[in-house]
């Protein structure tokens, strides 16, 4: 059981107008500011894990039953500012303060989420429509965490899942609708750059050996493995028929959530599957999977593809 309990939230703002400088603005989210607050969990995506509000007259706990039934398991605080297209400019806030302490097993790491509503893109019957601008952080076990506004950004992985133009991938927060605050089991896959970020490049590199040997121990000596690109990796499997390499895909897929991990991450994998074609170059076998590789994680990762 994970239990997150949140003292206050402060937006800071530091006007700096000369007639007033050194004055403050401050937007509270907490038990006694009446802003509405929901809690939301992965039972909306069919998922098992169960959040619980708890009030009191000077805390919002939740606690959060984790239940690894979804890929990425998930309780979040949801604090919504507008219902419709006009949203609340934050961008002229310097930081966000957190009065928070995290009990239960893992690493205590949360994530903070402003959904930024963007005319032309964005629509009120699509929440994953609306920008997701984010911050990972570790929660001390009691402490006051400070966010410079500035460290937020939009998460990438929107951006490749909506397939936004390198134009509109901008962080900002000019609009936003809401302010989501989670936790859960976090998911690896296409957010290699994030456990960096969160848990410092050697755990990233803990994640890539173990997720390396444990493909190599999938194939044996049937195959051939070769890191390709960034967390991508390339397996040849000589004298295999495309049904054969396909179900091999499948096999190793279903086998990484049960291996062990660092810090308690959960980690999946995408696979676009090929054969190669006679007289054909193996170059154009390996642009052929990785399309199919591309379908597999626009149609909501942790799958085979075959192409």
């Known amino acids: 059981m994970e239990t997150l309990v949140i003292g206050m939230i402060v937006f800071t703002a530091t006007l700096l107008v000369w007639q007033h400088f050194g004055m403050e603005r401050v937007m509270e989210f907490s038990a006694a500011s009446g802003r509405p607050v929901e809690l939301v969990d992965d039972r909306l995506q069919q998922g098992g894990s169960v959040a619980r509000l708890t009030r009191r007259p000077d805390a919002l706990t939740m606690n959060c039953d984790l239940r690894l039934t979804f890929q990425w398991p998930y309780c979040r605080f949801l604090f919504t500012l507008s219902k419709n297209e006009v949203g609340v400019d934050l961008s002229e806030f310097d930081a966000i303060s957190f009065d928070m302490s995290y009990e239960g097993p893992g690493d205590h790491t949360a994530r903070l989420v402003l959904r930024n509503f963007e005319p032309g893109m964005s629509t009120l019957t699509d929440d994953m429509s609306q920008k997701v601008n984010e911050a990972n952080f570790i929660v001390p076990a009691k402490a006051i965490v400070v966010i410079p506004v500035k460290v937020l950004r939009t998460a990438p992985w929107w951006t490749d899942m909506r ?102 991450l959960r980690v999946t994998a995408s696979f676009g599957v090929t054969a190669l074609q006679p007289g054909e170059v193996i170059g154009d076998a390996i642009k052929r999977a990785d399309s199919a590789l591309c379908q597999a994680k626009s149609h909501g990762k942790n799958c085979v593809r075959a192409a």
């Not at 390396?212 to 040849?236: C, M, P, T, V, Y």
């Open 163 to 264: 397939h936004v133009p390198l134009l509109q991938t901008d962080m900002r927060i000019d609009n936003v609708t809401t302010v989501d605050l989670s936790i859960g089991a976090r998911d690896t896959e296409g957010h290699h750059r994030e456990v960096n970020d969160t848990h410092g490049h050697g755990v990233g590199d803990q994640v890539l050996c173990a997720f390396a040997a444990a493909i190599q121990r999938g194939i044996q000596a049937s195959g051939k493995l070769a890191r390709w690109r960034g967390a991508e990796f390339l397996i040849i499997c000589s004298g295999t028929k495309g049904a054969d390499a396909h179900f091999l895909a499948e096999k190793l897929r279903e086998a990484l959530p049960y291996q062990i991990w660092p810090h308690g």
